[in-house]
């Protein structure tokens, strides 16, 4: 299983309820599943997207470092965070580049968006945003684009589109080639049919 959604589900002692199964999991979702602790979360060593919306969750980050070191993308929208020591324990979460914390406490704190960037500097997007107010893109290969195409000149598939041109012009040639080939091929069989007619005649 690479992709598990537990929305609404609710939990009943307020804990992740998964065992050690579960390690292929890419992506796991429980908004609204009524946590309010991630102790008992299980190691997931490919998790890179994790949505945990609206629940009660007011701590015990620091779980995540250890059990989900891969993870890129954290959703603790609508839960009970209220101070910047709380997400200071992401800061060992190397891989993370966008937090979203929209609705929570937390926001309402005086300079919120400068403290998170300044603490967890590995971030790129908080609630949506980077820190130069720039929206975060809707799909995960546009996040790939953000992060990993700067380095290159040109826009990505930039060489593919130059591979298509040099191949169609290839193809052009290579028909030019067989037309006339053929058309040679035609000239000699009209060659010998008109023997072979002579002949017969």
Do not use: W
Request: glycine share 6%; aromatic share 6%; proline share 2%.
């Amino acid at each position: 299983v690479a992709e598990l959604v537990l929305d609404n589900c609710r939990s009943v002692d307020g804990e992740i309820g998964l065992n050690d199964s579960y390690k292929a999991l890419e992506f796991l979702s429980m908004a609204n599943a009524e946590l309010k602790s991630l102790s008992k979360l299980p190691k997931l060593p490919k998790l890179r997207k994790l949505e945990l919306s609206d629940n009660s969750i007011s701590g015990g980050l620091d779980v995540l470092a250890d059990r989900c070191p891969n993870l890129t993308y954290l959703n603790l929208s609508g839960n009970k965070i209220k101070d910047l020591s709380t997400v200071e324990a992401l800061t060992n979460l190397k891989n993370l580049k966008s937090l979203d914390l929209f609705n929570c406490e937390i926001t309402n704190l005086e300079n919120y968006r400068q403290s998170i960037f300044r603490r967890l500097s590995h971030i790129i997007f908080l609630d949506g945003f980077d820190e130069q107010d720039n929206e975060a893109p809707d799909s995960e290969e546009d996040d790939e684009d953000y992060e990993y195409d700067d380095d290159e000149a040109g826009p990505r598939g930039s060489e593919e589109d130059e591979d298509e041109e040099g191949a169609s012009d290839l193809e052009e040639e290579e028909e030019e080639e067989v037309g006339l080939s053929y058309l040679m091929k035609e000239d000699i069989h009209d060659e010998e049919d008109d023997d072979d007619y002579v002949e017969d005649g």
